[in-house]
């Protein structure tokens, strides 16, 4: 709220997790403050401007629906996008077989099984692959959540859980 002493303006790669986002701003947000300090030190304080009020948005913290991916009703890109914006912590997350899985890194996957119905999970190419609601979101490395705790998963650790868990719901 209130006047803006100065501001920067950064290009943002839209493969950018929110991790590497808040590192990315790390050093323009620094030597910013250093520039806005170092002028009101030196009795020339910056000119203050007014914020575009229309633009302003506010950036709580997301509930725990907010962070649920979906597959059967959103499409893998915008699944993909909500992993990048949550990542890595708190972590988009959904359920496999009743595994609690959060995603840390995903991405869109064209080749999925036409036989998957959105939600569903397979192994795809040696990837764990999700059908959402257009094509697939391969799982590239995320978190086991468990009771007592919780278990980082690369990629192909992530292929090995969704193929004991397609198996096991196919023998039960």
């Known amino acids: 709220t209130g006047a803006m002493l100065g501001k920067r303006a950064i290009a943002v790669d839209p493969s950018w997790s929110a991790w ?21 030190a030196e009795g020339r304080p910056p000119e203050e401007s007014r914020q575009d009020e229309s633009r302003a948005t506010s950036a709580p913290s997301p509930s725990e629906d907010a962070l649920r991916l979906d597959p059967a009703q959103k499409t893998a890109e915008s699944l993909a996008r909500l992993v990048r914006a949550a990542s890595p912590y708190p972590g988009a997350y959904l359920h496999l077989e009743g595994e609690v899985v959060v995603v840390t890194r995903a991405s869109v996957e064209p080749n999925v099984p036409r036989a998957l119905v959105p939600g569903e999970a397979a192994t795809v190419n040696g990837r764990a692959v999700v059908r959402a609601a257009d094509t697939g979101l391969a799982l590239l490395s995320g978190r086991l959540v468990g009771d007592d705790e919780e278990r980082e998963l690369s990629e192909a650790e992530m292929a090995s859980l969704v193929a004991r868990l397609s198996r096991d719901a196919a023998l039960a």
Request: proline share 5%.
């Open 20 to 40: 590497t986002l808040a590192k990315k701003l790390d050093r323009p947000s620094l030597r910013l403050l250093r520039d806005v300090v170092g002028a009101f």
